[in-house]
């Protein structure tokens, strides 16, 4: 396992670009929650024992990826730092908490619910996330989210090894990014993916 890059920012963050943007500036492959073949429902075992509080095989799971973003992996930026020393990690960050929340509403949340129904029996992963990042089963509030939201990122920023950290908005493009990684602009637009609207 030899990540450059780690993604501590949540979903809906500009993770989608994120994972593109540095596919091509890394020349490999980024993990991303759309990797996982049953997400966002069935995880997988490997991240059903690391939410439960067990060690996953974490190279096993980073097997072939030369960066990470978004959930899973961003839930566990510290252990995937700690084993991987050289890595930049990289905060992704909306303008506030409310923002955020409200992209969360109009695309995560009705799939999370649907894992709550009398019934369902396609798994629960996406409701396991929601409830280890708020750390209640209360987690379909908006205030419990924009707390969880401006929590993680505060810890994210206070526990972060000095010199690692790059926090990012998804409208400053690639400068920050290549900045901080050594590397050249490219010559061609930033790819913006994933937007609320695609989910409408």
């Known amino acids: 396992m030899d990540l450059k890059v780690i993604g501590a920012g949540l979903p809906r963050t500009g993770t989608a670009s994120l994972r593109a943007a540095l596919e091509h500036l890394l020349g490999g492959r980024c993990y991303h929650m759309r990797e996982i073949p049953g997400h966002p429902f069935d995880l997988g075992p490997e991240w059903n024992r690391a939410l439960a509080g ?7 799971l980073m097997d072939g990826y030369t960066a990470a973003v978004d959930w899973p992996a961003a839930m566990f930026w510290r252990e995937l730092s700690e084993l991987n020393p050289g890595a930049l990690i990289l905060l992704s960050v909306r303008d506030s908490a409310v923002t955020w929340q409200q992209s969360l509403e109009k695309t995560i949340l009705p799939y999370a619910r649907m894992a709550l129904q009398p019934g369902w029996r396609e798994g629960r992963g996406l409701v396991d996330l929601l409830e280890r990042f708020t750390g ?5 509030d908006p205030e419990v989210l924009r707390r969880a939201y401006e929590r993680h990122n505060e810890q994210v920023r206070k526990d972060a090894p000095a010199g690692r950290l790059l926090e990012w908005r998804a409208e400053e493009g690639w400068e ?11 010559n061609i637009p930033f790819p913006w993916l994933n937007r609320r609207s695609e989910w409408e």
């Open 54 to 60: 067990d060690q996953p095989d974490w190279s096993r």
């Open 176 to 186: 920050p990014i290549c900045r901080a990684l050594g590397l050249p602009v490219p």
């Open 136 to 140: 209640t089963s209360h987690w379909d």
